[in-house]
């Protein structure tokens, strides 16, 4: 149903339930606490990048309340880090202390010359949600709404349209037709504009992807010029294979940085701090450069139709997870860490078509559907020296359009390092800015 507020408290909505929207909210409702904001989040759980799923062996997707998951891996983000000193001391120690956080150890390596995802393995610490990578935002976000926001998950945002009077009107979908792998078919079974949201004196996007063209199936039909400007950042695209074995692999590790290699980074992710599953679960990640060349082989919108062209469960097995699969085994081989791996009991997948904007001065980079992707095998993501400011202080590291009231909040409009913690920096920023101009 529709979610309407009275006058008297100003309304804001967040597109996107991942850290960065559930940072901005909560930092609204202690800035402001009469606000009334909104948080839309259009995934199956909460969480955006910062993704978590528990399976069972047949794919058959648990939710976060099931009390036994066969297979559990994070999905999207593997870890973080806390390289700025703001983030390090304003908002790292109260992740850890509401125990929504905690320091990811054990023991990693590096396979091969200069191997390296994320300053992994040899510039710790790393930090990951306790309970999968989605527990960090669902935390933060319980929080946000025991201040009074309302969260909407499953719900997404599929056209804004702005009123004379300046109010936002949003529409948009639940259910499956929210769902980044349901068949366009079923999709577009929806109304054209959808269900209306509601209404809203300002709107936050936090989702890189609700910035893309109508065609994209998250976007959030924003005006052209903002989602040009989002968008002229360059991109990285990345496939994850999600892989149970039926035994545990006999190493030591808990993340390996590959490199020559299609595979980047394997996480072991029923090592992470409360993960439990019944198998040993492991995420593969890709380099760009290989995501680059399968987007391109494979894309994400029809060439004739111009429909969107969701994930497909077979195609992802079959073909990104099973390159993977080999590559991880080979890496494992040559560098006389395990002979062969065990049997499979589950394998599974992820496309992310912005998993990440690339780094700020990126050059190698191939243009697909008049996006600009990143196609190098591996992308510096870690400070060369940890700990001391990356920017200058005063910079503005997200996008607002005060005289529309509409704004955008993430690593992709900041000039930190790419992650998660640019996108909470970003968000808190917004956040503080926002509430700066609802108060005048």
Same mark, same amino acid.
């Given at each position: ?128 949600? *306790? ?68 209404? @809203?004196?300002? *709107? ?34 990345? @496939? ?155 910079? *503005? ?44």
């Amino acid at each position: 149903l529709p979610i309407y507020r009275t006058m008297a408290a100003p309304r804001v909505a967040i597109i996107g339930g991942g850290v960065s929207g559930g940072t901005c909210a909560l930092e609204l409702l202690r800035q402001l606490p009469h606000l009334a904001v909104t948080v839309f989040d259009q995934g199956r759980t909460l969480g955006g990048r910062a993704a978590h799923r528990r399976v069972a062996l047949d794919g058959e997707y648990l939710t976060p309340q099931a009390p036994e998951a066969p297979a559990a891996f994070d999905h999207g983000c593997q870890f973080f880090r806390a390289d700025t000193p703001q983030f390090r001391t304003e908002i790292l120690p109260e992740w850890l202390e509401r125990g929504w956080a905690a320091e990811w150890s054990g023991q990693m390596a590096a396979l091969g010359p200069n191997a390296s995802f994320f300053g992994a393995p040899l510039q710790p610490p790393f930090y990951v949600g *306790v309970g999968g990578m989605s527990a960090l935002p669902a935390g933060i976000l319980a929080e946000a709404a025991r201040l009074g926001a309302l969260v909407r998950s499953g719900t997404r945002v599929s056209r804004t349209k702005q009123r004379e009077d300046g109010i936002w009107r949003l529409f948009g979908t639940s259910g499956q037709a929210a769902l980044h792998d349901t068949p366009e078919a079923v999709a577009r079974r929806t109304q054209v504009d959808g269900i209306e949201l509601g209404e @809203f004196d300002a *709107v936050v996007v936090t989702d890189a992807s609700a910035s893309r063209p109508s065609w994209h199936r998250a976007s959030a039909g924003l005006p052209e010029e903002v989602g040009r400007i989002i968008n002229q950042r360059a991109r990285v695209a990345l @496939f994850t294979a999600l892989v149970a074995f039926k035994a545990p692999l006999a190493i030591p590790h808990v993340g390996l940085a590959v490199a020559d290699s299609p595979l980047w980074f394997a996480a072991r992710s029923s090592s992470k701090p409360g993960v439990v599953a019944d198998h040993d679960c492991w995420t593969l990640v890709c380099t760009p450069e290989y995501a680059a060349e399968e987007i391109q082989r494979v894309p994400m919108q029809d060439p004739e139709t111009g429909a969107f062209i969701a994930q497909d469960p077979q195609y992802l097995r079959e073909g990104p997870s099973a390159t993977m699969l080999s590559a991880f085994q080979a890496a494992l081989k040559t560098h006389n860490l395990l002979e062969e791996l065990p049997e499979t009991v589950y394998v599974g997948g992820q496309r992310w078509g912005s998993a990440f904007p690339a780094p700020l001065g990126t050059s190698s980079l191939v243009t697909i559907g008049e996006v600009d992707y990143s196609n190098q095998a591996q992308v510096p993501l870690a400070p060369e020296d940890p700990g001391v400011q990356q920017v200058e202080e005063n910079s *503005v590291d997200f996008f607002a359009a005060d005289e529309i009231r509409l704004y955008y909040a993430g690593d992709f409009v900041s000039k930190n390092t790419p992650g998660l913690e640019a996108a909470a920096l970003s968000a808190r920023s917004t956040a503080r800015h926002l509430a700066g101009v609802l108060r005048a």
